[in-house]
C-alpha cells in the first residue's frame, strides 16, 4: 500500500543545486502524488524554482540554510563543521522522524561520515555500504558495496549480503532474494581468504537469502542474481568500469552510423529502436546509491546529473522508505551475529 | 624490422585443443610470414589438422606428447605432475632458447605456476602480471594485473606501472608510453594505502614513463592513458565487468532492433555499420594475457576461444617476440628498485 512518505533533500547537494534538486523532486511527485518534501538551502533559491512548480510548492516545506559542504571537502572536516548545513539538516531530519529518507547529490564521503555519525550504524555493523541498482538483460540487480569503504572482512561481506537482501526484498518484492559473491574465478580454490570464509559462511548459514555462490565480473549484467556482494574498492571500479564501456559502446555506434548515407538511412528508419536502447543505458535511470547498514535510509544522487536523473533517486528513495526494511535488516543481522558466534550446530 | 620468430604452442591447451590451435596459428602465418612453430601435444592430433594447411605444416616441427594438463587442475598438482605435458614443453622451449614466446589455451593458475618455475621471475619481481589488450575509443591500451595474483604492494604496483610501459613500448612503439594508477576516486584522500604510496614513488621517481595519476574505471575505455595498473583482484573484475557490458548492450541492440517492421528494415540498411561495431566489440580481436615479469614471454589464450580468438594471441605473441622486452625491461626494474633503496634526492 502507498503511503504519504517525507523525502528529506539537500537542496544545495551536487553540481546544480536547487536548480536540479526542485524540478527533479517535482517529476518524482507526478509518479507519486503520496510523497512530500522538506529541502534545506538557501530558501530565496528554493523558492524561485519553487514558484514554477506550484503543485511541487504545495507538498514541500523549506528550511532555510546558508551552510553547505562543498564537494571538495574532505569528510574529517565535513564532520567538524559540517552542523547546521543543508546536508547536515536533511540527514538530521531522519533521525528526528520528521522524513522517512534523505537525498542529496552533494559530497560523497562527507555524506557517508554525517550519516554515520547522526543516523549512527546499526547494532554489530561498523561499516556501512553504498548499494547501486544496475541494470541487466533480465532487469536489475544490486551491487554493494561501490565505494562506501575499500576492503571488506568475511564477516562484512555477509553483511552486505543481509543489506543487499533486504534491499531487494523492498525494490523487487521478492522474499528470498538470490545473492551472488563477486570473485575472480568460480573455482573455490581462487579468491581472496574474506572471500573465501564469508563463501563458507554463507552457504553454511540459515540465511533469509537464496546465496548462489561465486559470481564473476561478466555475469553481472547477465542477472544471474538478485545481489551481488563485493568490497567497495573492486566494487567501484567494477561499476565505473560498466558504466565506461556503456559510453564506448555508444560512441561506437553514433561512429558506425555516420559512416555512409546507407548507414545513415537505416539509423533513420531505425530511430525508435536507438531510442529504446538509449533509454535502457542512460545511466541517469540507475542513478541512486543507497548507504545500508545505518539505522535510516539515505540516498546519493550523481552529483553532475540533471532533474530526470535526479528524479530517479528520489523515486529509489521513496521506495526504499516504502519498506520497513531498517527494522527486519536489524533483526537479520542480529540474527546472523548471533549464528557467528554460536558454535556450529550443523 | 621483422624477423623470423618462432613460437611454441601448447597444441592440447584449451577446451578445443589442435582443432582450433593449428588452424589459428595458420591464419597467424598469413598475416606474418616469418613466423615458425613448435607444437606439444598429441601428433597424430595436430598431424591430422595440420594436414589441410600445408604451407603451415612446412613451418611447423611437431612434438609428441601424450602428457597434459586438464583445466581444472590445481597449480600446485600441476606443478608436481606437469612435466612432460604440452603446455610444460612450450614453456620450457622459451627457456632453451628454442622459441621466442609461448602460447597456450590452458588452465590459467597451471600456466601462470609452470610458467614462473621454469622461466623464473626477473630479478626483484616476485609477483608477475597477467596483462590484458584493452579496445579504447581511442585504439587500445594495457591493463594489468588481471589477474595473477591478489592484492599488490605499493612497489609491486609500480613495478607493474613499467611492465606495462615496457609492453606498450613494445606494442604501440611509443618511448615513453602514458600510465595512469586506477583508483575509486581522483581525489589523493582517497584509495587503499598501497595505492596512494605507489602514487607517490610513481610521481616522485625518474622513471621510462609518462605518469598521469590516478584515473577511474569508466576512463579505461575512454583511452586516457596507454597502461592502467591495478592489482589482480579489482583488476580481474574490472575486465570481466566490461566484457560483460559490451555482450549485455549486444543484446540490448538486437532487442530492440527486432522490435518493429521498421527498425528491422532500418537495421538491415545499416547492416555494414552494424558489422563494424561487431568488430569493434568483438572480444576475440583482444584475446591474449601477457605474462609479464619473468625471464620469458608466455601468452594465455582465452580457453573457450575459435581459430580466430587463438590467432588474436598468436599475433600478440608474435609482436611481442618482435621487440626486445625482456632486456630492457629487467634493466627498468633494476633501475627503479635501486631507486626505491637509495636514499631520495629530491
Known amino acids: ?137 533480465r532487469a536489475e540487480c544490486i551491487v554493494l558495496d561501490v565505494g562506501a569503504n575499500i576492503g571488506a572482512s568475511a564477516k562484512e561481506l555477509c553483511d552486505f549480503a543481509l543489506m543487499g537482501a533486504a534491499m531487494a526484498r523492498a525494490l523487487f518484492h521478492i522474499e528470498r532474494p538470490t545473492v551472488g559473491l563477486l570473485n575472480v574465478g568460480v573455482e573455490e580454490i581462487k579468491g581472496v581468504e574474506e572471500v573465501r570464509q564469508a563463501h563458507a559462511w554463507l552457504k553454511g548459514t540459515e540465511l533469509p537469502l537464496d546465496y548462489r555462490g561465486f559470481i564473476e565480473g561478466d555475469q553481472i549484467g547477465q542477472g544471474v542474481v538478485d545481489v551481488v556482494v563485493v568490497e567497495g574498492f573492486a566494487g567501484n571500479i567494477a561499476l565505473k568500469t560498466a558504466e565506461g ?41 540507475a542513478n541512486g546509491g543507497t548507504f545500508l547498514g545505518l539505522n535510516g535510509i539515505a540516498v546519493k544522487s550523481h552529483g553532475g546529473t540533471d532533474a530526470l536523473g535526479f528524479a530517479s533517486a528520489v523515486d529509489l528513495a521513496y521506495e526504499m522508505a516504502q519498506s520497513r526494511l531498517v527494522p527486519r535488516l536489524a533483526a537479520d543481522l542480529a540474527a546472523f551475529h548471533h549464528k557467528l558466534e554460536a558454535p556450529a550446530t550443523g
Chains 1, 2 share one sequence.
Not at 559512416?259 to 535502457?280: D, H
Open 1 to 137: 500500500m502507498s503511503q504519504p512518505r517525507t523525502i528529506a533533500l539537500d537542496a544545495m547537494g551536487g553540481d546544480h543545486g536547487p536548480s536540479v534538486v526542485v524540478p527533479g523532486a517535482a517529476l518524482s511527485l507526478e509518479r507519486y502524488p503520496e510523497l512530500s518534501f522538506i529541502m534545506y538551502g538557501n530558501e530565496a533559491l528554493i523558492r524561485a524554482e519553487l514558484e514554477k512548480l506550484p503543485r511541487l510548492a504545495a507538498k514541500t516545506r523549506v528550511v532555510h540554510t546558508d551552510l553547505v559542504v562543498s564537494m571538495s571537502e574532505k569528510p574529517s572536516q565535513a564532520l567538524r563543521r559540517g552542523k547546521g548545513t543543508s546536508l547536515w539538516l536533511a540527514i538530521e531530519a531522519v533521525k528526528n522522524g520528521e522524513a522517512d529518507v534523505a537525498v542529496s547529490g552533494g559530497n560523497t564521503g562527507a555524506f557517508m561520515a554525517m550519516s554515520k555519525l547522526i543516523l549512527r550504524p546499526m547494532k554489530g555493523i561498523e561499516r556501512p555500504a553504498i548499494a547501486a541498482l544496475w541494470p541487466t538483460v
Open 245 to 285: 564501456t556503456a559510453r564506448q559502446i555508444g560512441e561506437y555506434l553514433r561512429a558506425a552510423m555516420k559512416r555512409s548515407w546507407i548507414s545513415q538511412a537505416g539509423a533513420l528508419l531505425a530511430a525508435g529502436a536507438f531510442r529504446i536502447l538509449k533509454r535502457k543505458m542512460d545511466p541517469r535511470r
